[in-house]
């Protein structure tokens, strides 16, 4: 068994599209609409579905936005230097809500920025040695 996927709802596709790949550098792996249903599912991430674990972005045509709850955490992202992730979203029009330093009671390097519909995403700086999360 292995995790293939987290699924994500969003309110405008483009927006999320070019957020995904144009500041966090994901790659665009598939996407198709489902006229029927209403509905278009695009998957994202920074490797092949066989191999690595991915975004689904769902649109739903006639749903502009969505209350993100208070049940969702967030993405994790992999980084080699949270600081500068961050000025790269940051240049690239992206939102960081939480500037590269130590977690709260630990010393793992995070730092925290936002898509367009509101959804956090956290930047793990990469360790070195035998260090771990």
């Known amino acids: 068994m292995r995790l293939l996927h987290t699924m994500l709802r969003v309110g405008d596709l483009d927006r999320s599209l070019a957020f995904y790949q144009q500041v966090l550098g994901m790659k665009l792996l598939r996407q198709k609409d489902y006229p029927e249903g209403r509905f278009t599912l695009a998957f994202v991430g920074y490797g092949s579905e066989a191999d690595t674990t991915v975004l689904e972005l769902t649109h739903n045509w006639d749903t502009g936005s969505y209350d993100l709850g208070n049940g969702y955490g967030h993405i994790a992202i992999e980084v080699d230097d949270a600081a500068a992730a ?10 960081v809500t939480r500037e590269a330093g130590p977690m709260k009671h ?28």
């Open 86 to 95: 961050c000025t790269a979203v940051r240049e690239k029009g992206g939102k």
């Open 106 to 133: 630990g010393t793992t390097v995070i730092a925290f920025v936002e898509d367009p519909d509101g959804y956090k995403i956290e930047f793990i700086q990469r360790k070195t040695g035998s260090d771990s999360y």
